[in-house]
Each structure stands twice: as structure tokens, then as C-alpha cells.
């Protein structure tokens, strides 16, 4: 008896040292947890999420999407305690399990020819993100990790005619839901959103412009695609469809080999160049192929150009400003030559008197190496730049 009131006693020290409230199963939680989530470490609940905002999209891509969040152990032991909210948008690998798994890493890796690839953390992903929690100065917040996988590849994360309203989806619906289900902190003080390649691109973008949604921003190599880029990509083209022997994009699959030079180029263009009357890809594109060569078309370009994060920058000079945290970065090594486009980015802010902070980094400094390493640093850096909070 005396060992049973023991061990009684040591896990009401163990629960009361880790919240000053008891832990009760409210049968009656709307929050779709899931019950057996282990206590005493963070886990990762999934959702299949409607969202009309992808509806009645020309590509026919689904409005039911995949949403994994990341709830850290407090969220189990402290019952009514709330969290900030990172949000992380996805490049390429394009899906919300992007982060979890790393072998639509090794096939992003072969099809865009990178150099080096991803530091995927021995230990898994979760253990990975609870260490960073538990040893390396992360505050606990909820991540929330969304499917934006359209037809072709990552949307970009914008409103379009072709592909949908991905933007309407994050900003507003994504956001409405996870507050309404989860336990956060609804306020845009406790709100920031991240991403990767075209996720970094979607993050500036939202954040931008909806400052009143999120206050803080971190950006993983976010992409520019200027005319000479495009003219480099484009040229593979031709030698993608002579080594798959079918001409233009095909349907992308993260746990398969895909096309990268086209996925890419279609992609890219059905978000920032959308023509609901040009099938069989409804959109238009910035170059002309023209006698075997890709040449720039004057009209369409300019419309591609002014959905540059450069553009947009000048655009929302004032919501920027409102923003707290600017962050992004590039590799000195980029494979898929943003470092030079970025350094660009960084010295315009700089110009404009913008808040930022800009950080490249090495060894080997490519696009998707260093990926774990930089986003560790960044969602800590993030974590720590939320003001406190007192449920």
C-alpha cells in the first residue's frame, strides 16, 4: 500500500511540475486530438479538411485536404493552457507530409539534378522537433503543416483562375479552422507562418499582405524566377520529353519521379499566368518557344514579373512594415540559382528601411542541404519572438 500511495504521489509532482493543473479527458473536447496521443511528449494529429476555397478548381485538384499539426505535450497535461501558431507551407516536395518523410526528398533530389541532399534528421522528424522543445531553447507552439500539392506541383500559394484560391485557403480558412478546433491563441501577436522554396515564397506573400493574420514570418529560400532562370529552366524541356517520350507535364506524385523542367514551368505558370480559355493547361506562359529556342514574350512576362516578391515588396511597403519578424535565407550554393536574386531581395529591403533579417549559409549551401538545420533555427527563433502569454 505504502509503494502505491509512492508512486501516487510522484506522478501528482511529475504533472503538477509540468502544468499547475490536473490533466482531465473531456469527453466533450471538440478538438479533434487524438485521445491516445502519448502524454509527457509532443505528437502530430492528421484531418481531412474541407475547404471551399479549392472548390470547383479547372484542374479538378480536391478541396478535401490533408492537415497535419504538431501539438506539443503541454497541450495533453495542461488542458486549458493556449498556444502560439507556426504555420509551415510546403515547396517541393509538394505535400503536407513534406517534413515527415524523407524519400520524396531523394526523387526532388535526382529529377531538378541538385548537388547535395536534404539533412533529413536521423531520429525522425517528430523526436526531431520534441528535442527542440526539450534541449534547444524552442518554446512549445502548435505547427500546422498543410497539403497544397496542386495538379502539377507546389501551388504557390496565390489566388488563381486555374488552380484555385490557395491563398483565400491559408489565410483565411485554414487559419478560421485551426483556431475554431485547436487551442491557440487567435490573435496575429501569436500567429507567424514559414515555409520552403515555394512555401518561402507563400509565407512572404501571406504575410505581407495580411499582417492582421500573421505577424511574423520565416522564409526558407524563397524563390525568384527572372527571365534568364526561366530561359535556363525551359531549356530542359525539350530533353525531358525525349527521355519520358511524352511532350509536357505530367501529373506530380511526391513518392515518384516527375519532370521537373516542365512540372515546373506549367506549374508556375497556371498560378501567376492562369487562362481558363487556354487548354489543355489553362494558362499562358512568359517565354515563346520559338525555332528551338525559348524567347521572352514582352506581355506575358510583365504579368509574371509583378508577382516578384521584389514587386510585391514595394507594393506592401506599409503592411511590411507592420510585420515584427522579416526573416529568409539562401544557400551560397543554390542549385536552383535564387542566391543571387535573394542578395537582391535583401539589399531592396535594406533600401526600403525594412526590418529584416537576411542569412545565407554554407556547407554545402544548396537548396534543400541545410534544410533541417535552418528550419530548426528558425522555428526557435520564432517561438522565442512571440510576446508571453498568460491563459
Known amino acids: ?47 481531412i479538411v474541407h ?53 520524396p526528398f531523394e526523387y526532388f533530389f535526382q529529377a531538378a539534378g541538385l548537388q547535395a541532399p536534404v539533412d533529413f534528421p536521423e531520429e525522425g522528424f517528430l523526436a526531431w522537433l520534441n528535442n527542440l522543445i526539450d534541449n ?21 500559394y496565390v489566388n488563381s483562375s486555374t488552380q484555385g484560391n490557395y491563398e483565400d485557403y491559408i489565410v483565411d480558412e485554414l487559419v478560421s479552422y485551426i483556431d475554431q478546433n485547436y487551442r491557440t491563441i487567435a490573435h496575429f501577436n501569436w500567429r507567424s507562418i514559414s515555409g520552403h522554396c515555394a512555401g518561402a515564397y507563400g509565407a512572404l506573400n501571406a504575410a505581407m499582405k495580411h499582417p492582421k493574420v500573421f505577424r511574423y514570418v520565416g522564409a526558407l529560400s524563397p524563390p ?7 530561359q535556363y529552366l525551359t531549356g530542359f524541356i525539350a530533353l525531358e520529353d525525349q527521355m519520358w517520350g511524352v511532350d509536357g507535364p505530367l501529373p506530380y506524385d511526391p513518392q515518384a519521379p516527375f519532370k521537373f523542367a516542365n512540372n515546373g514551368a506549367y506549374n508556375l505558370s ?36 509583378s508577382q516578384s516578391l521584389m514587386v510585391l515588396a514595394e507594393q506592401y ?19 536552383l ?13 535594406e533600401a526600403m528601411h525594412i526590418k529584416h533579417q537576411f542569412e545565407t549559409y554554407s ?12 528550419l530548426g533555427m528558425v522555428w526557435t527563433m520564432l517561438s522565442n519572438d512571440f510576446p508571453e502569454y498568460e491563459d
Open 1 to 47: 500500500m505504502k509503494t502505491k500511495i509512492l508512486l501516487a504521489v510522484l506522478a501528482s509532482v511529475f504533472f503538477m511540475a509540468a502544468c499547475e493543473k490536473e490533466y482531465l479527458t473531456d469527453e466533450n473536447d471538440p478538438t479533434p486530438i487524438q485521445k491516445s496521443a502519448v502524454m509527457g511528449e509532443g505528437t502530430i494529429v492528421s484531418n
Open 51 to 103: 475547404f471551399s476555397s479549392l472548390e470547383g478548381n479547372i484542374l479538378d485538384d480536391p478541396a478535401d485536404r490533408k492537415v497535419n499539426v504538431y501539438l506539443p505535450k503541454s497541450y495533453f497535461t495542461c488542458p486549458e493552457k493556449h498556444f502560439p501558431v507556426i504555420y509551415f507551407l510546403h515547396g517541393t516536395p509538394s505535400w503536407s507530409d513534406m517534413l515527415l518523410d524523407p524519400l
Open 136 to 156: 534547444e531553447g524552442m518554446k512549445e507552439v502548435i505547427i500546422v503543416m498543410p497539403d497544397a500539392k496542386a495538379k502539377y506541383g507546389p501551388s504557390m
Open 224 to 230: 525568384h524566377f527572372p527571365a534568364p532562370l526561366l
Open 270 to 305: 497556371q498560378a501567376w499566368l492562369p487562362n481558363p480559355e487556354n487548354p489543355p493547361y489553362y494558362c499562358d506562359l512568359p517565354l515563346d518557344y520559338v525555332d528551338g529556342n525559348w524567347l521572352p514574350n514582352t506581355e506575358n512576362l510583365a504579368k509574371w514579373d
Open 317 to 335: 511597403r506599409t503592411e511590411l512594415k507592420q510585420l515584427k519578424t522579416v526573416y529568409f535565407d539562401c544557400g551560397t550554393n543554390d542549385d
Open 337 to 349: 540559382g535564387m542566391y543571387q536574386s535573394n542578395v537582391m531581395f535583401h539589399k531592396q529591403l
Open 363 to 374: 556547407n554545402p549551401g544548396t537548396h534543400i542541404s541545410n534544410l533541417y538545420e535552418r
